[in-house]
């Protein structure tokens, strides 16, 4: 075990440590049985992002980006949040300060119980009218109609998610940026660090003399300014990392 591995020396820091916030991407859910996009057998090697996942590509075809976004729906709605999900929501009850942004759309983090949640690419589960700009929440799985259209005014509904070439909210940035910079350690889990602006968060973090722990079966470009590493399985380090950290907290109040 190098010391970038070393789960006792990350409890340590985490005994003396407030303000947490942590970072999430597709690899959290991936044990969930949800397709993470830059994998073997990820999204973006079977289809081409820029005719499913781009502003152009729903001006031209909108029923096309609605039938890959209903088969997404169709397979999240099979599908439970996994021990990876649910440690990082009970960690908001257990550390002053904690936050959690994430570049997933699949709702699992509320869906385990996470309340306070900075969602950067928006929730597949919710709709947007491309008229009026009203948001609402959408559960139908499938879809009856595809594309939808907005029951109040009939005009074209498409999905409240970021697509390539497009901004993040600039609210829900500013407010991940500045959870990233004032935090004390940052957990960066299941991400290949490579989509910006998401990537840049832990960098702020590290600048700020955060401490930066990467979990993820794989190096990214992130790895070599983590401090702890761990390369594994999210749904397996993050308990490794609860149960170890559980009992130091309860062996410090006896
Ligand atoms: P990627 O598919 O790029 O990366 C997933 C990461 O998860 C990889 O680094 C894997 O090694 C890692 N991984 C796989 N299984 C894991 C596991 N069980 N536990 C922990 N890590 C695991 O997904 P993201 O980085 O989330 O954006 O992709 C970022 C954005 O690119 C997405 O939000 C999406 C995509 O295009 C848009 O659609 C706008």
């Known amino acids: ?49 820029e005719e499913l996942a781009t502003p152009t590509a729903f001006t031209q075809n909108p029923e096309l980006v609605w039938e890959f976004y209903d088969w997404r729906r169709g397979i999240i709605a099979q599908k439970t949040p996994n021990p990876g999900h649910q440690v990082l929501a009970s960690w908001e009850n257990i550390f002053p300060s904690f936050s959690l942004i994430t570049q997933n759309i699949d709702g699992f983090h509320q869906k385990a119980g996470s309340k306070s949640i900075l969602e950067l690419h928006g929730n597949i589960w919710k709709v947007r009218c491309t008229e009026e700009g009203t948001v609402t929440e959408n559960h139908e799985v ?31 940035l500013n407010n991940a940026f500045q959870q990233s910079a004032s935090c004390e350690v940052m957990f960066v889990v299941g991400t290949s660090a490579v989509v910006q602006p998401a990537a840049s968060l832990p960098l702020a973090a590290a600048e700020r003399g955060a401490k930066v722990v990467e979990v993820n079966p794989d190096p990214t470009p992130l790895t070599p300014y983590a401090n702890f590493s761990f390369r594994g399985k999210a749904g397996e380090i993050l308990p490794l990392i609860d149960e170890e950290l559980k009992k130091a907290f309860s062996a410090k109040k006896d």
Do not use: N, Y
């Open 1 to 49: 075990m190098t010391e970038k591995q070393d789960i006792g020396a990350l409890v340590e820091v985490l005994l003396q440590t407030r303000r947490v916030t942590v970072s999430t991407g597709a690899g959290i859910s991936a044990e969930s049985g949800i397709p993470t996009f830059r994998g073997q057998e990820g999204l973006w090697k079977q289809f081409r992002a």
């Open 142 to 172: 499938p879809l009856t109609k595809i594309p939808p259209l907005c029951p109040a005014c009939g005009a074209l509904l498409r999905p409240h998610v970021v697509w390539f070439g497009e901004s993040l909210s600039p609210v829900v």
